[in-house]
């Protein structure tokens, strides 16, 4: 069965300040990993999506890496803004299929 | 900088009855998707969308769910006969190609059934 495991389930982190949050898989074949963040009440934002042959993606602060063989991602945020408090979504799609298997997300709050 | 649209963005509605939720996806594009997200837990895909038929689906998307582009801009999702395990955030998705394209959100419609 196709899972997506994140971690930590939350973090508290001081404005300012870089962190790391995790997603393990067993989605297979592999097709692609995005992270997503998601605002309170609001719909899921695409932050970077990796392909089998990308193990790292920039956007901004936001740095993913993807090693596909151990089947990680993590997702880094550097100089962490009080705006980026939010649910962190990590999605992995198999190869030849349009679903997707949504991780249970790592809520992130940051605090001044 | 266009966005995918979503009404209403609350529906309360009675156990067993027919709710139909409305979407207008980002002109230039191509692939369309629901999800739902139940208070508390993780986004669920529901159906995926192209060229007029549905590409694919999960097992949440069963004979009550249906989907349809009915005008070439709107893209609706029914439910037929509501149950209480339908309340839900319901949020529709678009992308301008399939595969590993960005899928941009709508805001999500807040759906309560009693």
């Known amino acids: 069965k196709n899972q997506v495991e994140q971690s930590p389930q939350s973090l508290i982190i001081l404005e300012g300040k870089n962190c790391t949050l995790q997603c393990n898989y067993t989605v297979s074949p592999f097709s692609n990993l995005r992270w997503y963040k998601q605002d309170t009440g609001r719909g899921p934002v695409s932050l970077t999506i990796m392909t089998f042959s990308e193990n790292t993606k920039s956007n901004g602060r936001y740095t993913a890496t993807l090693d596909a063989d151990t089947k990680q991602s993590s997702l880094h945020i550097t100089a962490s803004q009080l705006s980026d408090s939010a649910s962190y979504i990590c999605v992995v799609s198999a190869r030849g299929a349009g679903k997707s298997t949504f991780g249970d997300g790592t809520t992130l709050t940051v605090k001044p | 900088e266009p966005e995918v649209t979503q009404t209403p963005s609350h529906q309360v509605t009675q156990m067993g009855q027919e709710v139909i939720l409305r979407c207008v996806p980002i002109?230039?594009?191509?692939?369309f998707y629901w999800y739902r997200q139940i208070l508390g837990q993780k986004v669920e895909f529901l159906v995926s969308f192209y060229n007029n038929e549905i590409s694919e689906k999960s097992e949440i998307f069963d004979d009550q769910f249906s989907v349809e582009r009915p005008d070439g801009s709107n893209f609706t999702l029914k439910i037929r006969s509501t149950k209480l395990e339908d309340s839900a955030m319901y949020f529709c998705?678009?992308?301008?190609?399939?595969?590993?394209?960005?899928?941009?959100f709508g805001p999500g419609t807040r759906l309560l059934v009693l």
């Open positions: 998705a678009s992308s301008e190609l399939g595969g590993v394209e960005t899928q941009y």
């Open positions: 002109s230039n594009h191509l692939y």
